[in-house]
């Protein structure tokens, strides 16, 4: 019997034929239902802050909606915009303007190359190679990217431009990076400051599930070490009310705002400010901090449960992972460098997972060793069948 007649025969439910997923990091609907019950509670605003919200205007956002953004990412509200729906689209916005018209400190060409801590986010990945970007990767250390590395390519490489980072609950190791960290980090860049481009997507602000170090203002720290005006602090409410429909916050220097603006104008008129002046009425029915708290409650124990799954496969010595205290993902490393194996026979048994690579620059995972499990789309049951079958696949290939 082959290890998929073997896993089918120990795992009955198979025949059912559901297909389970476990690649992207989507909310459940249990979360998007607990943002519903409070949207129901309010009524859309069409004034705020003096300003008529149903028409264009005021292109770096409500300033209600930018104190909310300062909130989130411990930021002033003068330095933060408020936009549109996805920092994802912002940072490819501003890598767009920095590419055709460059900021005063980042300006960037098809020679630029960028730093990325690894394992990372695919989506930034897909990006910077849109843009034809050499990526060159790092390690990470316990507390942050691996600052050895980091000053080894800053030193030998040319044309290095710039870095992304993701510095609390990172996707999808879950690293959070320390103060110590970020000051070494942005000495080091503080070298190349005339021409350098610091990418900053705090995602995960304030999605602590467990207890998580506390973080200086990365602006702050930009500030004292002379790269004020090449951070890109990016963050949203996409994982904190509804994913795709929220607000975009974006960070950054004044200069750097003119100029971003500047070029916005010619992208929007502005930005979408009635959903804007929502999220304001939201966030005066629950806090944040509420609000996060209630989410907590229905990742915590997805979080819990995959994580009795890898803990016993990392006893077994076949995988390694690091326990995340928030945010969205577990990184599983197979110990024995059979992650393309594991993906494949998760996938005929009905599993979907990313394709091996995604977590690494170009696709290319050449140790075979990682793949992203991303716990909070199933409900708990289906959660629960995942993981049986991710761990019974990765117990018969070894
Ligand atoms: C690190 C990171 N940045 C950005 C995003 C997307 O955010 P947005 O919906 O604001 O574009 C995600 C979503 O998974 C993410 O993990």
């Not at 989506?123 to 080894?152: C, T, V």
């Not at 996707?171 to 400051?193: C, R, W």
């Not at 930009?222 to 990016?234: E, P, S, T, Y």
């Amino acid at each position: 019997m082959n290890i998929l007649e073997q896993i089918r025969k120990e795992l009955p439910w198979l025949e059912d034929k559901v297909s389970y997923d476990l690649t992207r990091g989507k909310p459940s609907s249990d979360q998007l239902d607990i943002s519903q019950q409070y949207l129901e509670k309010i009524n859309q605003p069409y004034h705020i802050d003096g300003v008529d919200i149903r028409n264009y205007g005021l292109p770096e956002g409500l300033p209600s909606a930018k104190a909310l953004g300062a909130d989130i990412m411990g930021t002033s509200a003068e330095e933060t915009l408020a936009l549109d729906n996805s920092s994802l689209s912002l940072m490819q916005q501003i890598l767009s303007c920095g590419y055709f018209l460059g900021f005063d400190k980042a300006k960037l060409d098809q020679n630029s190359k960028f730093i990325c801590p690894v394992p990372g986010y695919d989506r930034h990945f897909k990006l910077l190679e849109n843009f034809g970007f050499e990526m060159i990767s790092i390690p990470f250390a316990d507390d942050g990217p691996d600052l050895q590395a980091l000053a080894q390519v800053l030193e030998q490489e040319a044309n290095v431009a710039g870095i992304v980072c993701v510095p609390r609950h990172s996707n999808p190791t879950g690293h959070s990076y320390s103060d110590a960290n970020v000051s070494e980090m942005f000495n080091l860049i503080s070298q190349k400051k005339d021409n350098f481009m610091i990418l900053w997507d705090n995602a995960y602000a304030c999605h602590d599930l467990k207890p998580t170090i506390k973080q200086s203002s990365a602006n702050e720290i930009a500030k004292n070490c002379g790269v004020w005006d090449n951070l890109f602090h990016l963050s949203s409410t996409s994982k904190i009310t509804l994913a795709g429909s929220g607000i975009a916050f974006l960070s950054m220097s004044s200069s750097n705002i003119n100029q971003f603006i500047d070029y916005r104008n010619s992208v929007t008129p502005g930005p979408n400010k009635m959903n804007q002046g929502l999220h304001v009425e939201y966030f005066k029915t629950i806090s944040i901090e509420e609000q996060m708290n209630k989410l907590k409650e229905v990742i915590l124990p997805k979080f819990e449960l995959t994580e009795q799954y890898l803990s016993e496969l990392q006893q077994e010595g076949l995988c390694e992972y690091k326990s995340p205290t928030g945010g969205y993902f577990f990184t599983f490393d197979s110990t024995s460098g059979k992650a393309k194996e594991i993906i494949d026979h998760c996938d005929q048994l009905g599993l979907k997972l990313l394709p091996l690579g995604s977590c690494h620059p170009n696709g290319k995972d050449s140790a075979n060793r990682t793949i992203r499990i991303a716990p909070t789309f199933p409900d708990l049951q289906s959660l629960e069948r995942c993981m049986q079958i991710f761990s019974k696949v990765v117990k018969y290939l070894n």
